[in-house]
């Protein structure tokens, strides 16, 4: 069956970078995108960003254009997702999910990484 | 970053139907198809929609979704109390090249 587990619970201190990794399996890797969402505390959904494991080409949410940075590897079936110069307001569960194209429905999701930025 | 408009609350009582509006713009709802999540606390997101209006394998049929020019709408029938969460619409756009997600609408059943 689909499943995508992702890396355990992170903190991290206000500056630092975080690298969330997304590990696929249950289906080819490289036929269907990954998407990157994450909800802070008390908040709505939100968007950060999507890749291709088929190329490897991405497209990033403009909050996040130039923090965010989205990689892959065929070999582990694995997406990694690193967010940099994180702030209070970037503590978050990020979670990852499959889509068959970028425009399609988000059909799997992983169980949800918690960050947490904190001094 | 750009944002599906959704109202924040909606309630009814069991058996009620509810229904949730979604309003966006050309060159999402406009251009794409649009989906629903369901968000229960602690859980990750669930596909409840996609492609405007078709359910996922195992979704009750009284989860019902639509779509007209820039805006969609989904509508729970029958109103169950397990049916209280979080909702989200979605929709790529086109000239951005992001994925557009809901303000969402927290549903209460009374």
């Known amino acids: 069956q689909v499943q995508l587990v992702q890396s355990g619970a992170e903190v991290k201190k206000p500056g630092a970078s975080v690298k969330v990794s997304c590990q696929a399996s249950?289906?080819?890797?490289?036929?269907?995108?990954i998407h990157w969402v994450r909800q802070a505390p008390g908040q709505g959904l939100e968007w950060l960003a999507i890749?291709?494991?088929?190329?490897?080409?991405?497209a990033y949410g403009q909050n996040f254009q130039g923090r965010v940075t989205v990689t892959g590897d065929t070999s582990t079936s694995t997406v990694y997702m690193e967010l940099s110069s994180l702030r209070s307001e970037d503590t978050a569960v990020f979670y990852c999910?499959?889509?068959?194209?970028?425009?399609?429905?988000?059909?799997?999701w992983g169980q949800g990484t918690l960050v947490t930025v904190s001094s | 970053q750009s944002v599906l408009t959704q109202p924040p609350s909606a309630s009814g009582t069991p058996g009620q139907r509810v229904t949730i509006s979604c309003s966006g713009s050309s060159s999402d709802i406009g251009s794409e198809t649009v989906h629903w999540y369901q968000k229960l606390p602690g859980a990750a997101p669930k596909l409840l929609i996609y492609s405007n209006n078709l359910r996922p394998s195992g979704v009750p049929e009284r989860f019902s979704g639509s779509k007209s020019g820039t805006s969609a709408s989904l509508s729970i029938s029958g109103l169950q109390s397990e049916d209280e969460a979080d909702y989200y619409c979605a929709a790529w756009d086109d000239s951005l090249n992001v994925y557009v997600l809901g303000t969402g609408t927290e549903v209460t059943v009374l």
């Open positions: 999910a499959r889509s068959n194209a970028k425009y399609s429905g988000l059909s799997h």
């Open positions: 249950g289906y080819t890797f490289t036929n269907y995108y």
């Open positions: 890749f291709n494991p088929s190329g490897g080409s991405t």
